[in-house]
């Protein structure tokens, strides 16, 4: 058989006219679903939080987390210097502590212990004093920008995911999502952060006194904060598994149901009109995972600050009560040690509230359309 090259042409030009205009519905019925998201609002919302810096929508995945790391890197040395310089006094102070043991042991005083305890204990806690209200207001920053963020942001991702054919589901995880959020933000401000404070006066109080008490109490107090983290992401995580497997079940009847009706009720062009919601579906979907992204690279560029100065602080205070154990007495490198676990206390939270929103987005990008 031969082949009549001479039909290519036309059957070129054919294909052109025919994909041109679906490729420009396809991009009509994008820039439509964008304005009624209001993307650009979500856009400025961001700016506001960021400070006209980090992610944009236009970015993809890895050009967003390249900015995040290149965040980080701009960061890490000044953080890494103000945690060595903590570091630095804090061992300067432990062994001042060590000379004045060594000076009493050698003229033999009784007493002289424990005012070496209290006024290194209270030594300790001036220099922690400031890196812990800085490092406290850091993460209740996050936290705060984070939640003012999620409320433009989880409206739009409903929405998307709605746009999808994803109605009650969407619905559900926002529902969830800003209650467990508004739960855990009051709880945070309301008792975690009181308790933080309550947790360092009391291992404050246990290195001058050297009251066993005491020391349980700080325990009791940690144990506290992180039972309730704990417990706010479980049943948020769980709500989100139960009523996502409810809802998405009846979101795909129901679209299913829909698609089947308008091709077969509705006559001549039932066909066409089914083929339209499949396009709006899957131009809802690129938009839905987009808004995730964005999302999601936000959020993780709102928490880098905190992360890394929490996270090197926390680190350089666990090796200074480490060094500080073989030089002083137990309960002094204690006191370092539970500054250090402060601050991975407000690093926990700092992560609840980041992680709670982060999985919301990544449940919502899970869902298929049906």
């Known amino acids: 058989m031969r082949i009549n090259w001479t039909c290519f042409p036309s059957l070129l030009l054919t294909a052109a006219v025919l994909i041109g205009p679906a490729a420009a519905a396809g991009e009509e019925i994008l820039s439509a679903q964008a304005d009624a998201l209001e993307l650009d609002r979500l856009q400025a919302a961001a ?6 810096s980090g ?25 890494l210097q103000k ?7 804090l061992l300067v102070i432990v062994l001042l502590c060590g000379v004045a043991d060594g000076l009493q042991s050698g003229f033999g005083g009784g007493k002289i212990p424990d005012t070496v305890a209290v006024a290194g204990s209270l030594a300790i806690t001036a220099v922690a ?40 589901s969407a619905a559900a995880r926002q529902l969830a999502t800003v209650l467990f ?24 109080a246990y290195a001058a006194l050297g009251n066993e008490g005491l020391k349980r109490i700080g325990n009791l107090l940690k144990w506290i904060v992180t039972s309730a983290l704990t417990g706010v992401l479980l049943l948020f995580v769980g709500y989100l ?4 497997v409810i809802a998405g079940s009846a979101d795909a009847a129901a679209v299913k149901t829909a698609k089947l009706t308008i091709s077969g009720m509705v006559p001549v062009v039932g066909g066409i009109l089914s083929d339209a919601a499949e396009a709006v579906l899957a131009g809802a979907g690129l938009l839905k995972n987009m808004v995730g992204i964005f999302g999601m690279l936000v959020i993780l560029f709102l928490c880098i600050a905190p992360f890394l100065q929490l996270g ?20 002094i490198a204690g006191l370092i040690d539970a500054i250090g676990g402060a601050f991975g206390l407000i690093l926990g939270m700092t992560g609840a509230g980041a992680l709670l929103l982060l999985v919301s987005l990544v449940v919502s990008l899970s869902v298929v359309t049906p």
């Not at 945690?83 to 006094?89: D, E, K, Q, R």
């Open 312 to 331: 090197i602080h926390y680190l350089t205070y666990k090796v200074t009560a480490a060094l500080t154990a073989t030089v002083a007495d137990g309960r």
């Open 55 to 79: 992610p944009t929508q236009e970015m993809d995945w890895d050009q967003g987390l390249q900015t995040i790391l290149d965040a980080g890197r701009a960061q890490a040395p000044a953080a």
């Open 129 to 168: 004093a400031a890196d812990v209200h800085a490092l406290v207001g850091l993460g209740r920053g996050a936290l705060e920008g984070m939640d003012g963020f999620s409320k433009v942001l989880l409206p739009v991702v409903t929405a998307a995911c709605t746009a999808t054919g994803s109605p009650s």
């Open 181 to 204: 959020s508004n739960l855990l933000m009051s709880l945070i401000n309301c008792l975690l952060l009181p308790l933080v404070y309550a947790y360092v006066a009391s291992s404050l």
């Open 47 to 52: 700016d506001r939080y960021l400070d006209g």
């Open 83 to 89: 945690a060595v310089h903590s570091g630095v006094l």
């Open 241 to 244: 598994t139960v009523s996502g």
